[in-house]
Antibody, heavy 116, light 110 residues
Framework: EVQLVESGGGLVQPGASLRLSCAGS????????MSWVRQAPGKGLEWVAN????????YYVDSVKGRFTISRDNAKNSLYLQMNSLRAEDTAVYYC?????????WGRGTLVTVSS | QSALTQPPSASGSPGQSVAISCTGT?????????VSWYQQHPGKAPKLILS???KRPSGVPDRFSGSKSGNTASLTVSGLQAEDEADYYC??????????FGGGTKLTVL
């Protein structure tokens, strides 16, 4: 059974940093692109970033370029999102998802709240 | 790029059919057959219900179907059931590194 489990969310002040993790199991993690998708409270879904199987290609939505970094460790079947210079508008539930140009498996999400 | 356009709400009675539209441009929905649809119940993660316009993953009832005409994709839910009440989001590849989601449609089963 494919499982994705996110962790690392929490309440931080504007300007702070946070690192999210996503542990994958039940599939060959290293064979798939992976993405982070977020959902602000009461709002719709927004793709944030994705990363190629070997980590050689990474892409970001414009609003997080230069602040967020996506990475992966295939030996640990893990996906990461390093978030720096956090803003109030980054407040959202962050989901990791297996990326096949569609998102066939999603984690339950981790809530990031940016507030003073 | 702008988000794809979905109606904010849709409704139908049990047993009826309802269609939800997703309108983009020739650079996204109209240009690729990579339109997918997701169902999200309150407090839950999104769930893939259709990929590549009309392909249903294993376990998704055949009451869910998809189509595309020009720059508009559609999700049709036939034989509405109470458990179909949820938010539905469309998604399209938009070339290069662009990924777009629709704003979501709240489906109410009357």
């Amino acid at each position: 059974e494919v499982q994705l489990v996110e962790s690392g969310g929490g309440l931080v002040q504007p300007g702070a940093s946070l690192r999210l993790s996503c542990a994958g199991s039940g599939f060959t993690f290293s064979s798939y692109w992976m993405s982070w998708v977020r959902q602000a409270p009461g709002k719709g879904l927004e793709w944030v970033a994705n990363i190629k199987q070997d980590g050689s290609e990474k892409y970001y939505v414009d609003s997080v370029k230069g602040r967020f970094t996506i990475s992966r460790d295939n030996a640990k079947n893990s996906l990461y999102l390093q978030m720096n210079s956090l803003r109030a508008e980054d407040t959202a539930v962050y989901y990791c998802a297996r990326d096949r140009t569609w998102y066939d498996y999603w984690g339950r999400g981790t809530l990031v709240t940016v507030s003073s | 790029q702008s988000a794809l356009t979905q109606p904010p709400s849709a409704s139908g009675s049990p047993g009826q059919s309802v269609a939800i539209s997703c309108t983009g441009t020739s650079s996204d929905v109209g240009g690729y057959n990579y339109v997918s649809w997701y169902q999200q119940h309150p407090g839950k993660a999104p769930k893939l219900i259709l990929s590549e316009v009309s392909k249903r993953p294993s376990g998704v009832p055949d009451r869910f179907s998809g189509s595309k005409s020009g720059n508009t994709a559609s999700l049709t839910v036939s034989g509405l059931q109470a458990e179909d009440e949820a938010d539905y989001y469309c998604n399209s590849y938009a070339g290069g590194t662009n990924v777009l989601f629709g704003g979501g449609t709240k489906l109410t089963v009357l």
